[in-house]
């Protein structure tokens, strides 16, 4: 189930195989350098459906030394860097969804055990270890394989975007502290979510890990989203969309100065031969609107005059994080509207990305009780 699985291989070939797969192989680069070093944990938060899971399933199948998976990697574009082969199917890996959740889990404990008592059996049995009592910490049986790996977790925050156990989100942060922190058994933390990581008034709640968000991220921007010249190259494939056309409904997001579209829609769009809005389905929609009826009129008279084109100037320095309580100022639901990526911000300024996230907005501004934002939205669409 975790350790060393080939579940990863399996669903990246599915996705190498697939008519429109992108190369974001190059991701790996940046990673092999932190390999065993002081910062070897990282933490790359995206909204939904913007390839997160496909970057954790590519890092487990290069790096996991169960199988052989040369025959993918040796056909793209991290081939010939250096690194790429000493890296190549050479480690222990133990893979983590925190999002599934069996039918039998009805508790944080039944949550948690499900995962660390599995795990605990897999490392016993895989690497012969005697002697072990029952009630031995899944840390210590990790200290006790002598092994070291490297950790691939995927939708580390499902517990907090999806508000459950909330009584017990706290004893989940300290469980991966527990874990992480000034461990030798670690070569390599890589976690990946929606949200970034709950603060407390003295910092992070695991400031081992380097952080890089929708907000800020010089390093790894370009692996989270397709880029312009990338769907270009898609668009080529077919002959039914024009690139105009994708670029009008799907580009608009910028972190760092990248221009990003969103893969899912994209995808879809090519696959279907139909530019429509697909990101009401990835349920990030009925969170907008759970934080707007907090504050209805500012945020509204502001959405709508981005769906007039106008982009809005507000300082946001701070990221909607995980474990925050519901949003309620103006400058706190345009921080997790952006990690949710209803919203793009760049240069301080924020703006509605593209004419699929414009449809949602008419949608949200639409008020039956408000006559007055009722025809200024039906005015300007």
């Known amino acids: 189930m975790y350790l ?198 003295t910092g992070s709640a695991l400031n081992m890990f380097d952080e890089y968000t929708m907000l800020s991220d010089t390093l790894f921007n370009e692996y989270f989203g397709f880029t312009e010249s990338e769907v270009k190259v898609l668009c080529n494939k077919q002959n039914k969309i024009k690139f105009d056309e994708l670029r009008e409904w799907y580009n608009g997001y910028v972190n760092e100065g990248v221009k990003l579209y969103n893969p899912r829609s994209v995808v879809k769009a090519l696959k279907n031969r139909k530019c429509k809005n697909y990101w009401t389905s990835t349920g990030a929609m009925n969170e907008v609107l759970k934080y707007l009826k907090y504050n209805i009129l500012d945020v509204k008279n502001d959405v709508i005059k981005m769906v007039a084109g106008e982009e809005i100037k507000i300082k946001i320095n701070e990221e909607f994080r995980a474990g925050q309580t519901t949003p309620k100022t103006r400058k706190e639901i345009y921080s997790a509207m952006i990690v949710l990526g209803f919203l793009s911000y760049n240069n301080g300024y924020l703006k509605i990305p593209n004419k699929e996230l414009m449809t949602l907005a008419v949608a949200i501004c639409y008020d039956s009780k408000t006559k007055e934002h009722h025809c200024k939205i039906e005015k300007l669409s």
Not at 17 to 23: A, C, E, G, L, Q
Not at 25 to 48: A, G, Q, V, W, Y
Request: net charge negative; charged share 25%; hydrophobic share 35%.
């Open 4 to 201: 060393n699985t080939k579940r990863p291989l399996e669903n990246y070939k599915n996705l190498f195989n697939s008519k429109y797969f992108v190369d974001k192989s190059l991701i790996l680069n940046d990673i092999n350098e932190l390999i065993n070093t002081s910062e070897k944990f990282l933490c790359i938060t995206r909204p939904r459906r913007f390839g997160k899971t496909s970057i954790a399933d590519m890092l487990s199948s290069y790096y996991c030394k169960a199988f052989d998976s040369s025959s993918i990697f040796n056909s793209l574009n991290i081939k010939d860097s250096e690194g790429y082969k000493e890296n190549l199917n050479k480690h222990n890996v133990i893979s983590i969804s925190f999002s599934e959740i069996t039918d039998y889990v009805h508790t944080y404990k039944d949550y948690m055990d499900n995962i660390i008592n599995t795990l605990k059996e897999e490392i016993i049995t895989e690497f012969n270890i005697k002697n072990v009592d029952t009630t031995y910490s899944l840390k210590k049986i990790l200290r006790m394989s002598g092994e070291k790996f490297i950790f691939i977790i995927d939708e580390w925050d499902y517990i907090f975007n999806n508000h459950l156990f909330e009584d017990n989100q706290n004893d989940f942060l300290e469980f991966l502290r527990n874990i992480f922190k000034d461990e030798a058994y670690i070569s390599l933390c890589y976690m990946t979510g929606i949200l970034p990581i709950k603060k407390y008034a």
